[in-house]
């Protein structure tokens, strides 16, 4: 079947499934969408809801009553999906949201696929394909900068700049084709020069946004933040102690939860992943040298690593123990900083950070460290731009950007003929095109969507 064909089939089918997620709730949120959205959900309710847009209290039945519930109407296409929707606020819980479910396909709906909701509301024209991505990241944001750039995406911040420097090259092709058309003109109507101004003018704009991808993709992943030590130095008291001053959410890492632990912290510039590794004690996959306390995979992931001792002498070791297996920037912690002894040491031989974990001193002062650690090595966050957050979004923009550069060269050294060149230029408009989602690229579409929940 041809993109088109499979889209029109799919959109044909009225789809259902649990908004929320499921267990035990007070309240499951089931979405039904499509042309029978309806008339299928007639067949289930009584009463019938009057007024559209207006929660209206009902029985749901399938012979028997399943449940009470609040029933929603939307019409499309003013509904997420832009068909018509109908939203279904059942008790929560394992039996009830999943026997309304059952009725709703026994009369015709099929359960929805990861992200078909969202999928529709693009293939509707609601969203573009980068709002669409949007919401998915704000399903997953651990953190508030995360949170904001997605809601800026959402809001079509990115999808604008992109649709702007598409236009642009759209204009410079024109430009081109106006030149094709009057080739008996020596200067021709349109300048040489002004073509390529144009085009540098694109290249430049699209380097711009590029140059976002690192900061972009560290706001999204976080910035993996370990802590490395030989043992007892207090680096488990030092990541309790930064979660305790912060609004830490703290989560287990999938696959090493008997091992590591790890939070988000949120309370500077950039979104920060705190690893405590030292809980690795009894495997294999730390790194041993010198006694070091630290996960080897996590050495070679790592962005900043907190090199964690209580004397200078033993900084020094420590750094040096880590320093050859990570290409992470490394601050100097010295840890129990309360401690007179701490206190009263000969001058360190390195600049570090003094901290406490029993007295609060210098946490502070550490995640701002940590802070400009990241800001010199990725770049600035500058909250009023679009950023790119995604592989996706780098792949695309390089590939336009070298067309372009590519056009330039050839139209420079008059190599090729005008309508050869601009091929390049047409690639640059459909790698941008893809990008937005403006054409649907049937795999394009899959990969998005396939990270999405079921009932998004
Ligand atoms: P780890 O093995 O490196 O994770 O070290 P821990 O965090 O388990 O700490 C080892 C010992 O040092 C514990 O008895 C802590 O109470 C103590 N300790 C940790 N941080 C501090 C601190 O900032 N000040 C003082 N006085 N003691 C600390």
């Known amino acids: 079947m041809t993109t088109v064909a499979r889209s029109v089939a799919q959109l044909e089918d009225t789809i259902v499934a649990v908004a929320t997620p499921s267990g035990r709730g007070a309240l499951a949120v089931i979405r039904l969408s499509g042309p029978d959205a309806f008339a299928i959900a007639a067949k289930h309710l009584d009463p019938q809801p009057s007024q559209m847009r ?69 293939l509707n024209g609601k969203l573009d394909i980068l709002q669409a991505e949007a919401i998915g990241d704000l399903i997953d944001a651990r953190s508030q900068t995360m949170q904001r750039t997605a809601l800026g995406q959402l809001d079509g911040g990115l999808s604008r700049r992109l649709l702007s420097l598409r236009d642009n090259l759209i204009d410079l092709e024109a430009l081109i084709v ?49 802590i490395a030590g030989r043992p007892n130095v207090g680096k488990s ?57 630290v996960s080897e995979r996590y050495l070679a992931d790592a962005h900043v690593i907190l090199a964690c001792a209580e004397s200078p002498d033993q900084l020094a070791e420590t750094i040096d123990a880590i320093a050859r297996d ?24 390195r600049p570090n950070i003094a901290v406490s974990a029993e007295s609060g001193l210098g946490l502070q002062d550490l995640i701002e460290r940590i802070d400009e650690a990241l800001s010199e090595k990725h770049g600035e966050i500058a909250p009023e731009l679009p950023i790119l957050t995604k592989a996706r979004h780098r792949h695309a923009l390089t590939l336009a950007c070298s067309e372009i550069e590519q056009f330039l060269r050839a139209w420079r050294e008059e190599n090729l003929p005008a309508t050869i060149a601009s091929i390049h230029l047409r690639t640059a408009v459909s790698s941008l095109e893809e990008l937005i989602g403006t054409v649907e690229v049937e795999d394009v579409f899959d990969r998005v969507f396939s990270s999405f929940c079921v009932g998004k």
């Open 178 to 226: 106006y030149d094709i058309d009057f080739p008996e003109e020596d200067d021709g109507p349109v300048s040489r020069e002004r073509v390529e101004k144009a085009a540098t003018d694109i290249v430049e704009s699209l380097k711009a946004l590029l140059a976002t991808a690192p900061a972009g993709e560290l706001i999204r992943e976080g910035a993996i933040v370990v």
């Open 237 to 293: 008291s030092l990541f309790n102690a930064l979660l305790g001053r912060s609004r830490a959410i703290v989560t287990e890492i999938p696959g090493t939860t008997r091992d590591a632990l790890e939070a988000v912290i949120d309370s500077g510039k950039w979104p920060l992943r705190l690893v405590d590794t030292a809980g690795l004690r009894e495997t294999d996959d730390r790194i041993e040298r010198l006694g070091i306390e």
């Open 326 to 349: 990570t290409s992470a920037q490394i601050i100097a912690v010295r840890t129990k900083a309360d401690l007179v002894a701490n206190r009263e040491q000969s001058p360190d031989s």
């Open 54 to 122: 207006v929660p209206q209290l009902c029985s749901v039945y399938d012979g028997e009553v399943l449940d009470q519930a609040l029933v929603t109407f939307f019409p499309g296409p003013n509904s997420f999906t832009g068909d018509d929707t109908v939203e279904i606020s059942t008790h929560g819980g394992y039996l009830v949201p999943s026997s309304v479910i059952a009725a709703l396909i026994s009369s015709g709906a099929r359960q929805a696929l990861p992200g078909e909701f969202t999928r529709r509301a693009v």
